[in-house]
Nanobody, 127 residues
Framework: QVQLVESGGGLVQAGGSLRLSCAASLRTFSSHAMGWFRQAPGKEREFVAVISRTGTYTNYVDSVKGRFTISRDNAKNTVNLQMNSLKPEDTAVYYC????????????????????WGQGTQVTVSS
């Protein structure tokens, strides 16, 4: 059974930093692109960042470019999201997703692209 478990969320003041982690029980982790999405109350789940199978390629939503960095460790089956200069509008539940991919690509921007999801971790940024 595939499990994705997010951790690292919490309450932080505006301008602060958090590092989210996602541990995956995927036997073929290195064959999956990994993405981070977020969902604020009353809104749809939106794309935040994605990283290709090898980590060579990444993609970000414009609102987080220059502030967030996605990375992965295929030896440990983990993907991370370093979030700096956090803003109140970053407040949301953050979800990790896994997408089986035959290509080393980072163009999976839709939640419908993903095969597996974690349960999410809450990030709250106070002003």
């Amino acid at each position: 059974q595939v499990q994705l478990v997010e951790s690292g969320g919490g309450l932080v003041q505006a301008g602060g930093s958090l590092r989210l982690s996602c541990a995956a029980s995927l036997r073929t982790f290195s064959s999956h692109a990994m993405g981070w999405f977020r969902q604020a109350p009353g809104k749809e789940r939106e794309f935040v960042a994605v990283i290709s199978r090898t980590g060579t390629y990444t993609n970000y939503v414009d609102s987080v470019k220059g502030r967030f960095t996605i990375s992965r460790d295929n030896a440990k089956n983990t993907v991370n999201l370093q979030m700096n200069s956090l803003k109140p509008e970053d407040t949301a539940v953050y979800y990790c997703g896994a997408k089986f991919s035959t290509r080393d690509a980072a163009y999976y921007l839709s939640r419908r692209d993903y095969d597996y999801w974690g349960q999410g971790t809450q990030v709250t940024v106070s002003s």
